[in-house]
């Protein structure tokens, strides 16, 4: 007969209603996002400037779906967007202050705004944490003034499948650029783009050094965190050898007018 050493199934069990990811606990900023890990710098701006350049085309409001620590919130912010976010954490309010964000589980529930108030709409590295994301890209949708654009953003798995689209557990559903411009149509969007983009801020304003970053791409050097070294390279040259080799999914769509 099994031993029972008095941790019953009504006492000692969480139930399922009663546990919670990493995602939906402040433990996840905290060590994925802490500052020694993933340190705030001048790239959420940068890429704030990029996408109102070359993707919105003006400011307006825009909503920053999944947050965070409300890094590119205040990029857009700087960049003169009228500015709200949404994120998983139960602390993404005291994380964004003075910036209004709202806590919402986008997977189930909806956003926690009426439909047709923002003009754009922004997430990064949200849609690959979810089992299914058609909710959250509809709510997307439904929240845009009709004529509004969103941008999506995820992890390439063309350039993730080695293994870096594994550094984070919660990573589970991978997209290619044909699955993110379906699942961009599927939710309603039209004139929809998807393209690779590298995170290397002095690539967009010269891309005609696309070629030479390709070619460094294919030496074999390892890098942090993919790899553990026992000689570290200088950050910034870290972040060229990453950077080249990694890409993200840029979509883009617009609601109908």
Known sequence: MPRNYGIGNEAGEMRNSERREPLQKDTYLKVVYSEERRPTGPYDGQLAQYLLQNVYGETGSLLDIGCGRGDMLRGFSDAGFEVKG?????EVSAYCDPIEARVADLEHDPLPYPSGTFDFVFSKSVVEHMRNPMPMLESSFDVLKPGGKAV???PSWVHHASGPFYLDYTHVTPFTAPSLDDAMRFAGFEDVDVTHFRQLPFLW???????AVWLFSKLPLPYEPMYRMSVKWPLGFNKLIRFSKEAMLLG???KPS
């Open 252 to 254: 883009v769509g617009r």
């Open 152 to 154: 999506i953003m995820t």
């Open 205 to 211: 304003r010269h891309p005609s050094l696309f070629l």
């Open 86 to 90: 949404v994120d998983i954490s139960p």
